[in-house]
């Protein structure tokens, strides 16, 4: 068992502020054509979503969440995950408990009109996630010990590669990927551990970390360097995992609030929701997960999986079919009860760019930052560490850093892309810079 004793982000407090904030003021229910459990929603756009759970549901909406219907998935047991591509092309996961047991896989071509099942041709295993990342390269986790990918669009699945860590084969149960190589999966098992894989190469391998002690549930990606996991339990309540260092190291805190982190979403750069499922409540952040706030659910209502497909367009789905809409002709996406964060810093692009050997940076920092230690920082697209430039405190003002393509062992790196990511406490940005020799 992981202890408790991972040192907590003194940045990542819990924020129990005293305002009039209801959730009734961002989230409105809206008309549901199922009582069934709703357990996973996703959306390919604005305008276009599922939603899916117990007995077979599945439900569709073409514009935007106003009205769903009822699709006939051709199953009656739960569907435990369900996601699409594209607007035509999805899957979901059904569990079977009759001959055989295991996983049934839905697979679609239509939006969802038509539904052909396969089983999966390993049983007893029990799949909670299923990703595709393009028409072919995919990948499913669940228990116990699967986690498998795909190169042709499903027809075979193949065991990943996994590296010899003691976690390694604890089971994944989601799925996040930055671009086409660089991704992470998590999951892990209650009262043992939470567990997130790393993979730089597209899938092909990946290597585990112990992250907090309990199951992390979602990963959202801010940049390359920087992610945010929730997860939890329900004896400890909700946990937030950070990475500033493309998951070289992660950081978990426990928020300290009753209930499990089912799913993360953000709306914006700093304003992200997540769901609490049967804790009936919400927990919101409006400076990127640095401080979040307990909300109740509208009607007390037990919601389970939540995302924004833009900034304008946010559903939450859970207990008895409720469906669950950010409303911002009622919130305003400029809600000044909770004013955009001034613009404490800011890093220009490089110049010249490409650069051989020498590149200037320069950044700001406003009279209104926040405290702590300024950083600017070299990785390359690996996440590594390259050159540290400046790592001290700067009063507010204009900077010129140089750099001359070297590491912190003053040796020429080769040529190739580079981040370059200026930190002040919680707050970062990053610009991509190009080294020709």
Same mark, same amino acid.
């Given at each position: 068992?992981?202890?408790?004793?991972?040192?907590?982000?003194?940045?990542?407090?819990?924020?129990?502020?005293?305002?009039?904030?209801?959730?009734?003021?961002?989230?409105?229910?809206?008309?549901?054509?199922?009582?069934?459990?709703?357990?996973?929603?996703?959306?390919?756009?604005?305008?276009?979503?599922?939603?899916?759970?117990?007995?077979?549901?599945?439900?569709?909406?073409?514009?935007?969440?106003?009205?769903?219907?009822?699709?006939?998935?051709?199953?009656?047991?739960?569907?435990?995950?369900?996601?699409?591509?594209?607007?035509?092309?999805?899957?979901?996961?059904?569990?079977?408990?009759?001959?055989?047991?295991?996983?049934?896989?839905?697979?679609?071509?239509?939006?969802?009109?038509?539904?052909?099942?396969?089983?999966?041709?390993?049983?007893?295993?029990?799949?909670?996630?299923?990703?595709?990342?393009?028409?072919?390269?995919?990948?499913?986790?669940?228990?116990?010990?699967?986690?498998?990918?795909?190169?042709?669009?499903?027809?075979?699945?193949?065991?990943?590669?996994?590296?010899?860590?003691?976690?390694?084969?604890?089971?994944?149960?989601?799925?996040? @990927? =930055? !671009? $086409?190589?660089?991704?992470?999966?998590? +999951? *892990?098992? #209650?009262?043992?551990?939470?567990? %997130?894989?790393? &993979?730089?190469?597209?899938?092909?391998?990946?290597?585990?970390?112990?992250?907090?002690?309990?199951?992390?549930?979602?990963?959202? @990606? =801010? !940049? $390359?360097?920087?992610?945010?996991?929730? +997860? *939890?339990? #329900?004896?400890?309540?909700?946990? %937030?995992?950070? &990475?500033?260092?493309?998951?070289?190291?992660?950081?978990?805190?426990?928020?300290?609030?009753?209930?499990?982190?089912?799913?993360?979403? =953000?709306?914006?750069?700093?304003?992200?929701?997540?769901?609490?499922?049967?804790?009936?409540?919400?927990?919101?952040?409006?400076?990127?997960?640095?401080?979040?706030?307990?909300?109740?659910?509208?009607?007390?209502?037990?919601?389970?999986?939540?995302?924004?497909?833009?900034?304008?367009?946010?559903?939450?789905?859970?207990?008895?079919?409720?469906?669950?809409?950010?409303?911002?002709?009622?919130?305003?996406?400029?809600?000044?009860?909770?004013?955009?964060?001034?613009?404490?810093?800011?890093?220009?692009?490089?110049?010249?760019?490409?650069?051989?050997?020498?590149?200037?940076?320069?950044?700001?920092?406003?009279?209104?930052?926040?405290?702590?230690?300024?950083?600017?920082?070299?990785?390359?697209?690996?996440?590594?560490?390259?050159?540290?430039?400046?790592?001290?405190?700067?009063?507010?003002?204009?900077?010129?850093?140089?750099?001359?393509?070297?590491?912190?062992?003053?040796?020429?790196?080769?040529?190739?892309?580079?981040?370059?990511?200026?930190?002040?406490?919680?707050?970062?940005?990053?610009?991509?810079?190009?080294?020709?020799?």
């Amino acid at each position: 068992m992981i202890h408790r004793t991972i040192p907590l982000l003194i940045i990542l407090a819990f924020s129990l502020i005293a305002s009039q904030v209801n959730s009734r003021d961002y989230w409105i229910p809206t008309n549901s054509p199922t009582t069934q459990l709703l357990r996973r929603v996703c959306f390919t756009d604005k305008l276009t979503g599922w939603a899916a759970g117990d007995r077979g549901t599945i439900i569709h909406t073409k514009d935007s969440g106003d009205t769903w219907d009822l699709q006939n998935s051709g199953v009656e047991t739960g569907i435990a995950d369900i996601f699409f591509l594209n607007e035509d092309t999805g899957w979901a996961l059904v569990w079977s408990v009759s001959n055989p047991t295991g996983t049934i896989i839905l697979k679609t071509k239509d939006g969802g009109e038509n539904w052909t099942p396969e089983n999966y041709p390993e049983p007893d295993k029990y799949m909670r996630k299923i990703f595709f990342i393009d028409s072919l390269r995919g990948w499913m986790g669940g228990s116990p010990d699967a986690f498998v990918y795909t190169t042709d669009g499903g027809m075979e699945w193949t065991n990943v590669v996994i590296d010899s860590g003691v976690l390694a084969h604890l089971p994944p149960i989601n799925f996040s @990927f =930055f !671009d $086409s190589n660089y991704g992470f999966a998590n +999951g *892990g098992i #209650f009262d043992i551990a939470g567990v %997130i894989w790393k &993979t730089v190469n597209g899938g092909i391998n990946w290597f585990s970390m112990a992250v907090g002690p309990e199951p992390i549930q979602q990963i959202i @990606f =801010f !940049d $390359s360097l920087n992610a945010l996991g929730v +997860g *939890g339990d #329900f004896e400890f309540g909700t946990g %937030i995992a950070r &990475t500033y260092d493309a998951g070289e190291s992660w950081q978990y805190a426990s928020l300290g609030v009753a209930g499990v982190a089912s799913a993360v979403s =953000f709306r914006t750069s700093y304003e992200g929701w997540a769901c609490l499922g049967s804790a009936q409540k919400f927990i919101f952040t409006h400076d990127s997960g640095n401080t979040w706030t307990e909300v109740p659910t509208p009607n007390n209502s037990k919601i389970f999986d939540l995302v924004f497909s833009d900034s304008l367009h946010g559903y939450a789905v859970g207990d008895g079919g409720i469906i669950l809409k950010y409303d911002t002709t009622v919130v305003g996406v400029t809600d000044t009860r909770f004013p955009v964060l001034p613009s404490t810093i800011k890093l220009y692009q490089n110049y010249p760019n490409p650069f051989n050997p020498n590149t200037n940076i320069e950044f700001v920092i406003s009279s209104s930052r926040p405290g702590g230690i300024v950083g600017l920082n070299i990785y390359d697209l690996s996440g590594r560490l390259v050159r540290t430039l400046v790592n001290e405190p700067k009063s507010p003002g204009e900077y010129s850093v140089k750099w001359d393509g070297r590491d912190n062992a003053n040796k020429p790196v080769s040529s190739g892309v580079y981040l370059c990511r200026l930190t002040i406490g919680a707050y970062s940005q990053v610009h991509k810079m190009v080294l020709l020799r």
